[in-house]
């Protein structure tokens, strides 16, 4: 599981990611990599492969639902030729009980556990309908000319048209619901078309041999309307298979991005979407990322989608959420793919379980401390570090591994050449976690704005509620930049005094008041009388504990595979 944008905030229930207060300016930034640097050189032949092995498997399904179908068909219709019987019933009843039986057991050796490959399952599909084609067709010859021997020219007629319908059953089954490419099934329709009339051409050597007028009348007449009937059912059978063909191609498509297919939907946010995704070579299940199709034209928000993804690469420390891949599709679709994490983020955590433990909190931020260290030292500031983007997993047989997440709205101070992506009068970030910087709208802003939203992600996970709570964002950002936050303390939940010194420390207007860096608050947080009440057994226990809820029925929204 993959975390959403949500914050736990009382009264609303979705937090936007970033507040503009004016529209933001484009930055000119080049949003379209080179077909030479996107790295996506296997890209044609993976989808390829992919689209070979999804078509055996929808053959192998569509095979056993048309075997099973027309055997039952075929099985009605010998049981009413017993009970009322018809010209050549021997005959067209022996070749009806063939053709149930061989369609039962096709559809018998289609469901059993046997694997068949793609090529397999093509030789069973021509072995089926060129059987049955060639069945109808004899048995048409057999029975038709058994009927001009006796002179019956209207037993003649019918069971002809018949025995087109038969055939036209068995091509519009092969073009609708069997997959195939549309030449390939143009040759098989094409091929069953020819049977009709063949046997009708005989049939008028026969009629010819009689010497009866009316019999040569109405073989011309019968080739004429078969004809008609033939080429209707040909064309509506390879137009279906053309049309079927191309929206399953669609489809497919859809569902593969590069070399990933994509899976269920796990979460979305202001700026794109994550899916559950698997790559197609290594099998690895991941999440992608994707920018939604309403900002696809928004050159601002493609390179902030590209900054999320280029900042996070540079990062290596096992606490920032790993990014694999990123490319974009031929319409322009960029994605990113990064490590899939089974947990949940602290929001969802909080509003599920309640505020957190003092030594739990302890143990979350110091992981949390750890990675934004990092990121600070390549001269990065997150400025929307909130609890959703904390995201705590199982990875590895470790429990509460904390992965920070969405660098989206990096600032990356340190870099000339770093586009500026909005106006000095933009406020970016989260407002119930935003430092008194970015709320007024401070453009030079370092690492210390991140300590602050690190205090206050802290406050939340203590207390349950965010420092400041308005009816407005705006008001909320107002009360950052000008309110004493209220202590933790106060608001009823049980915090130790030195774990809230470090919290209101954080929480300093100034930044010159707060910790210096990441660093300072990890070695804070260690100093904390608290911090040995958790640690990697309690955390596996309460991991186990959820998994144990959710085995006997309770309602738990994320439970780790690993431990269900």
């Not at 068995?170 to 009709?196: E, H, S, W």
């Not at 997993?393 to 969405?406: W, Y």
């Amino acid at each position: 599981m993959v975390p959403s944008n949500r914050t736990a905030v009382p009264g609303d229930s979705v937090v936007e990611d970033e507040i503009a207060l004016e529209p933001t300016r484009s930055s000119g930034f080049d949003s379209a990599p080179s077909a030479d640097s996107s790295g996506w050189g296997a890209t044609s032949t993976s989808l390829a492969t992919s689209f070979v092995n999804d078509t055996a498997k929808l053959l192998r399904t569509r095979l056993f639902a048309v075997a099973l179908f027309y055997g039952s068909i075929v099985g009605v219709r010998y049981l009413f030729s017993v009970f009322v019987p018809d010209t050549g019933e021997g005959m067209a009843g022996s070749s009806l009980a063939a053709r149930a039986l061989f369609s039962f057991a096709v559809a018998g050796l289609l469901g059993t556990r046997q694997i068949f490959s793609l090529k397999q399952l093509r030789a069973i599909e021509y072995l089926f309908f060129g059987l049955h084609t060639l069945v109808i067709l004899v048995t048409q010859y057999l029975i038709s000319s058994e009927l001009i021997a006796r002179g019956d020219v209207v037993g003649v007629v019918a069971f002809d048209k018949n025995g087109v319908i038969r055939i036209m059953v068995l091509m519009l089954l092969y073009g609708v619901v069997i997959p195939n490419d549309p030449k390939i099934t143009a040759r098989v329709v094409l091929t069953m078309a020819v049977g009709p009339p063949v046997i009708l051409a005989l049939l008028t050597q026969l009629y010819s041999a009689n010497g009866t007028i009316m019999g040569q009348m109405v073989a011309g007449e019968m080739a004429a309307s078969n004809a008609v009937f033939v080429v209707l059912g040909a064309a509506l059978a390879i137009f279906a298979a053309y049309v079927a063909n191309g929206l399953r191609k669609d489809l497919h498509d859809a569902k593969h991005l590069g070399q990933y297919e994509l899976g269920q939907k796990l979460g979305e946010g202001g700026m794109g979407e994550v899916y559950l995704a698997e790559h197609q070579l290594l099998k690895r299940p991941c999440a992608l990322k994707l920018i939604n199709a309403n900002h696809q034209s928004n050159p601002v928000t493609v390179a902030r989608f590209q900054r999320e993804v280029q900042s996070a690469a540079k990062l290596t420390h096992p606490n920032t959420i790993e990014i694999f891949d990123y490319g974009h599709t031929d319409d322009g679709t960029f994605y990113y793919v990064m490590e899939y994490l089974p947990g949940m983020n602290m929001a969802d955590l909080v509003e599920q379980f309640g505020p957190l433990p003092a030594g739990r909190a302890i143990y979350i931020m110091r992981q949390v401390c750890k990675s934004l260290a990092e990121a600070h030292c390549h001269g990065m500031v997150h400025r929307d570090l909130k609890p959703a983007n904390i995201f705590l997993s199982i990875l590895g047989g470790e429990c509460d591994v904390a992965k920070v997440l969405d660098f989206g709205l990096v600032k990356l101070p340190t870099i000339p050449d770093a586009p500026q992506l909005t106006t000095d009068f933009t406020v970016s970030g989260t407002p119930w976690f935003m430092s008194p910087e970015q709320a007024t709208g401070v453009r030079n802003i370092d690492g210390r704005a991140d300590i602050y939203s690190l205090g206050a992600v802290l406050y939340f996970a203590l207390t349950g509620k965010p420092p400041f709570e308005r009816e407005t964002p705006a008001a909320v950002m107002a009360a950052h930049a000008s309110e004493p936050v209220r202590p933790p303390s106060q608001t009823g939940s049980d915090v130790p005094a030195d774990l809230e010194a470090v919290v209101l420390k954080c929480l300093a207007k100034a930044p010159a008041d707060r910790f210096a860096c990441a660093r300072e608050v990890a070695v804070a947080l260690d100093a904390c009388q608290c911090a040995a009440d958790w640690d990697d057994s309690r955390a596996e226990h309460w991991w186990l504990e959820q998994a144990d809820k959710h085995a006997s029925g309770e309602a738990i929204t994320c439970v780790p595979p690993e431990l269900d």
